[in-house]
DNA sequence: CAGTTCACG
DNA sequence: ACGTACGTGAACTGC
């Protein structure tokens, strides 16, 4: 056996690895009696993240309590992987931080399907998110492992992750290349290893006596734990990748980026992602720039790039100048390399040997609870097909897409209680269209498409809190224009108004945290809290489309599903039932909010996703 | 590592 | 007192 002994909070732990069947039999008897004692944390150590890459391995499975864990060395195989397996299933009730992973790691390289390990999971980082939501650089703890152990158990807790980063360094290897090339035996590793499970035993306790003292309700964390393992369910599906079109599409747009590239050099722009280089350019051929970035600097977006280039936000000529060739290549440049680089290079580099691309699907992202998807595939352009056409339906089967509509429109109705936006929704029908109809409100049945477009406008910035300026840059309208519709908008509907500030008033009462509808803190800004109308309503989206997605699992219809998208369910049918199953799908993703309806529109494709964005294959 | 840009809902 | 567009992931540049 080796031992390691270290100090956690004052108090001495220890870290025991087995080395033969002997060393084995004593973690069998002391998980017998821990695991009546209570819950037994759970972690493991792979090669790395991409769990469906080629030569993936798990390395070690460890378990432990708040005083003694005990790492098994899976890697050797054998006795040691065998009680690896064995002991797992024994486990009454486990306690790990960021569950996904080591479900998937353990469904996919150790026989253990995620669906018998997660209904016995308390997922210690949901329990962190659930009480501050905010990253890091939101003010937030984050909901690291290494940032809650300093908050919450002992501010000396070691940083296991960057503190193996520097041991890699020391022998040769990256922070990349470190996880497979460490020595299964390294003592720091198999410290470090066995302090994560220590720590995770003794931040579960710890967080969820916050969580009651914060009155959190237990529902609430139950149907997170839920979600979360049926976001799993998604990840391990992933999503089937074109091959061959992928690869000549990431040759093609290459291509592209480079001859535009060269015509930008041409001007003088040796990058044409250097802004700084596009700016000394742009004004040496006596262009005007007057836009400003965060920072302070000339700013050189796309807004600033397509007019000069003579180009409307749809990339067509408007015939108002002589375009900027430089501007027209560093756009087209740039938008090659982009889609190149983020879409059909990065599909290529996360295939798994199956060729299907597994991205992290994180249930909790964002401070509203929304959920984030890694790899670009909750990004890619919805102008084109071109890159949607890379993902396809499994053999035999279809996409097909359902999503929610206008839902945060219909949030706001609901949780702000708007009388007129409400009779809308309630009484509108099956084609039912929330900008016409407020523009139909304000000016009668002479409103135009142009109406439409303003209210659309001071719809959103209602949502999201923008002001004037904002909105008459985003439509393109006059600001006076925008100034009366924002007023008739808040004439039509004035409890929007007084919801904000009733919503403000109850986050400066409890800490600058707002409760959503469904329970979950929502931390404010100080110096932003008209942002609280965004918060709820976007939370409440996520909450409604975590509802949908327990629907959709009720039904039976799981198996489908590849991918959440915010207000869309992406998946992949069997062809001959599509009518039917895009009906059900519709059903599981409508639902009553405060007798507002909440509808969906199910969308039947063909073999690519990207034959749902206006091309037939 | 911060800043900028660009892709989405 | 007034007004503030919201939330992400990813690539690249330049210090």
Redesign the pocket.
Known sequence: MLTFRHTVAGESVTVNVPEDTTDLKLFWDWLNRARERGPIALDTETTGLNIYSAGYRLRTVQFGDAHEAWVLLYEQGGYHAQYAREAIPRCREVLIHNAAFDWLVLDEHAGIRLEDLAPHTTDTRILAALIDP??PS?GGAGTALKPLSAKWIDPAAPDTQGGLTRVFNSLGFTKETGWAGIPLTHPTYLLYAGLDVILTARLAPVLRRELDRLGVRHQLVTYEHEIARICAVMQRAGLLVDQDYTSTLAGRLAEEAERYATVAARYGVT???????VTEALLGMGERLTER?????????????LPLADLDRDWQRIGARQPNALADAV?RA??A???G??YAE?FLANLSTAGRIH?TV?PL????G?M?????L??????DHMIRRAILAEPGHVMVST?FQAVEMRVLAALANVRRMKEGFINGGDEFDIHTYTAKLIKGENATPRHRKIFK?AG??K?????????AK?TGAEEAEIAQAVAAYDRAFPEIKRASSRWQRQAFQNRMVFISATGRRLPL?R?????VV??AC?SAARDLLGQALLNIEGAGLLEYCRLP????VLASVPQRDAEDIAREFQRCMSMDLYDVPITADPEIGGRSWGSLYGADY
């Open positions: 905010r990253q939101e990058k044409v992602g250097s802004s700084a280089q970035t965060k920072g302070g600097a000339l700013a050189t977006d796309k807004t600033v790039l756009l740039k938008r390399g982009k889609w680089k983020t990065a991205p994180s992202a964002a401070r509203t929304r984030s998807v890694t790899a670009g909750h990004q890619l352009p919805s102008s999503d406008g959103f910035g949502v999201y809190g923008g002001g004037v300026a904002t909105i985003q800004d110096d932003r809290t008209y942002s965004n918060y976007q998208i915010h207000d869309e």
